[in-house]
C-alpha cells in the first residue's frame, strides 16, 4: 500500500489541489503582472531568492542534520500555497493580486524547485558530484503542477459553468486532501514525531518567522501600500506544503524529509492568522480613534 500511495495516489492528490488553483485562474490574472510589476517582482524576489538563502543559513546555523536540512530546503522552494488567498480574503488584503502571484509563484517554481533539490541533495549530503535527479522526476513534478494548473484554467476559460460547479468541490476537496497528505506524513513517522519536533521545530518556527517578516516589512521599505504587503506576506508565508510533501514521499522517496514540511504546516496558519488579526485590530483603533477625533 506504502508503494501505491507514493506512486499513485499522492501525485494524483496533488495534481487534483493544483487543478483546483487553476479553476480560479483567468489569464487576465496574468495580466495584472503589467499592472503591479514592482510589488510582484519584490514577492517573487523575496520568496524565490531571499527566503531560500535564510532556509540554507538556518540549516547551517543551528547545524541540521541533512536530511531535515533538505526538507527545509524543500518547504522554501514550494511556492505559495493556495489557502494564502482565503486568508487574503478573510484580512482583507488584495485578492487579485494574491492569486497572481500564487500562479505565477507556481510556474516558476516547476524550473526552480528541481534545482534546487538537487542543490540541497548535493550539498548537505556531501557528495563530490551532482546527485542524479532523473528526467522522469523532474517530470514528476511537472505533471503534478504546471500541467493540472493549465487544465484548471482551460475549464476556466472554455467552460465557466462547469467551472463555478466545480470551484466548491476541489475546494473540499483539496482542503481533505491536505490534511490527509499532512497526517500522512505523520503517520509514516510517528515513532520519532516527538524527537524530529524539538530537532527540527525551532529551525521551523524561525524559517516562518522570516517568511513573515520579510513578506510584510521588504513591500513596506519599498513604499508598497499596507494591503499590498499584508498580501505579499500571506502568499511568502502560506507555503505549499502538500508540495513538499509529496516530492519528498513520491519523488525523493524519504519520509523523514516530509517532516520540516509537516511541522511548518502548523506554523504558517498560526503566524499568518496572528499577523492578519494584529493588523485588523490595529487598523480597527485607527479606524475609531479618527472617528473620535472626528466628533
Known amino acids: ?6 506512486t499513485v495516489f499522492l501525485p494524483l492528490t496533488l495534481a487534483l489541489m493544483m487543478m483546483g488553483l ?8 496574468f495580466y495584472r503582472l503589467t ?3 514592482k510589488v510582484i517582482f519584490i514577492a517573487l524576489f523575496s520568496q524565490l531568492v531571499l527566503l531560500v538563502g535564510i532556509a540554507f543559513l538556518i540549516c547551517q546555523f543551528l547545524n541540521l542534520a541533512p ?5 527545509l530546503m524543500l518547504v522554501a522552494a514550494s511556492p505559495g500555497g493556495p489557502t494564502s488567498n482565503l486568508l487574503t480574503y478573510l484580512f482583507k488584503g488584495d485578492v487579485a493580486l494574491n492569486i497572481t502571484l500564487t500562479a505565477t509563484n507556481s510556474i516558476i517554481s516547476t524550473l526552480t524547485l528541481p534545482f534546487i533539490i538537487n542543490f ?26 504546471l500541467l493540472p494548473v493549465s487544465m484548471g484554467m482551460f475549464l476556466r476559460y472554455y ?4 467551472a463555478d460547479k466545480l470551484n466548491r468541490p476541489m475546494r473540499i476537496l483539496s482542503a481533505s486532501c491536505l490534511l490527509f497528505i499532512f497526517f500522512l506524513a505523520l503517520y509514516l513517522e510517528r515513532h520519532n514525531f516527538v524527537e524530529y519536533v524539538f530537532e527540527i521545530g525551532p529551525a521551523v518556527a524561525l524559517f516562518c518567522f522570516c517568511s513573515m517578516f520579510i513578506g510584510f516589512f521588504v513591500p513596506h521599505l519599498a513604499n508598497i501600500p499596507e494591503k499590498q504587503a499584508l498580501t505579499c506576506s500571506f502568499e511568502i508565508t502560506i507555503h505549499n506544503t502538500a508540495l513538499a510533501i509529496t516530492v519528498a514521499l513520491s519523488v525523493l522517496g524519504n519520509t523523514a524529509m516530509a517532516i520540516p514540511a509537516g511541522i511548518y504546516s502548523i506554523f504558517m496558519f498560526v503566524f499568518a492568522a496572528l499577523l492578519g488579526l494584529l493588523i485588523s485590530r490595529r487598523n480597527d483603533s485607527l479606524f475609531l480613534k479618527k472617528e473620535t477625533a472626528a466628533e
Open 1 to 6: 500500500m506504502d508503494s501505491e500511495l507514493f
Open 35 to 37: 499592472l503591479h510589476p
Open 159 to 162: 467552460f465557466p459553468k462547469l
Open 67 to 71: 536530511i531535515f536540512a533538505i526538507g
Open 22 to 29: 487553476g479553476l480560479h485562474l483567468r489569464p487576465a490574472d
Open 120 to 145: 540541497s541533495l548535493m550539498y548537505f549530503l556531501q557528495t563530490s558530484q551532482p546527485v542524479d535527479m532523473p528526467a522522469m522526476k523532474m517530470m514528476k513534478v511537472f505533471f503534478i503542477t
